[in-house]
């Protein structure tokens, strides 16, 4: 049997797990998928372990994806482009492959399994921390109109879009594409697809965003799901948008890192399915 593993802080409540063990059950590959909790500070020591005691890859969840990416040897353009990583793979000389699934995943839940395009439309994209950083360069693929990016501190939102900006893969993209960066408060304009990137919904925070930037019919995207989610359901319904949780981003990210794992695609949308039911 090959071990993955999630690694993160907190990782007891990851559905990974679960997961994966239908990945590998429907797509008959045999590997065994667990938790491992890294200490705040101990993140780099956690995987040395992990590695050494024979694991094959892992997924790397908060606060961990920027250390996961300094330390690999090697990383996808996406990952490069996030400078972030969530999911990490172990070759045969123990060197260390990076790659960034989430903001595949995202995109192909709200075009694919929610059945939203997001070409030519407004998408408000709240956060600039590491799933911020993940999402950024798939939002920006999947040709929107105009991208803003708001974080709390401003600082770090121009910082993550002047960084996309001057890079080199998306001259091209963003001849098409406004890409800017604004405080919260004060957001001019409304918005077809607003992204909750943020831990709002995980301190059971209050929604960092009013609410007059949704159009009538707006996607409102948590990446939280389950309880954590609910509160930005509840605000995004009563103010006339439609709210999705992340649950199929955790699971379309999941396959994307399978993929890359095993270069097997599991059945995804089945998967989706089920977890679906079984949260219910």
């Excluded at 709390?152 to 890409?179: F, N, Y």
Aim: proline share 5%; charged share 20%; net charge positive.
């Amino acid at each position: 049997m090959d071990h993955y593993c999630v690694l993160g802080n907190p990782v007891a409540h990851s559905k990974s797990p679960a997961i994966h063990a239908r990945f590998s059950e429907l797509t008959g590959q045999a590997m065994v998928y667990s938790r491992q909790l890294a200490p705040l500070d101990g993140f780099a020591a956690t995987l040395r372990a992990w590695i050494a005691g024979g694991g094959r890859g892992c997924n790397v969840t908060v606060p961990f994806k920027f250390e996961a990416f300094n330390l690999a040897g090697t990383a996808s353009e996406r990952a490069k482009l996030a400078q972030a990583a969530n999911t990490l793979k172990f070759s045969g000389d123990r060197q260390l492959e990076a790659d960034n699934t989430d903001g595949v995943g995202l995109v192909n839940d709200i075009q694919v399994n929610a059945g939203v395009s997001l070409a030519g439309r407004d998408i408000l994209l709240l956060g600039a921390g590491g799933a911020a950083a993940g999402v950024l360069g798939p939002l920006l693929a999947a040709r929107p109109r105009r991208l803003v990016v708001a974080n709390r501190t401003h600082g770090k939102a121009v910082e993550l879009v002047a960084r996309h900006a001057a890079h080199p893969s998306l001259q091209q993209l963003l001849q098409k594409t406004e890409l800017l960066a604004q405080a919260p408060q004060g957001l001019e304009g409304d918005f077809d697809v607003i992204i909750n990137a943020t831990a709002s919904s995980l301190g059971g925070g209050e929604v960092p965003v009013d609410a007059r930037v949704l159009k009538p019919g707006a996607l409102a995207y948590d990446m939280m799901y389950g309880a954590a989610a609910q509160g930005f359901a509840s605000w995004a319904r009563s103010h006339g948008a439609v709210p999705r949780d992340g649950l199929g981003m955790l699971v379309e990210q999941a396959a994307e890192s399978f993929l890359f794992w095993r270069g097997v695609r599991p059945p995804s949308t089945q998967v989706l399915q089920e977890m679906r039911k079984a949260l219910a």
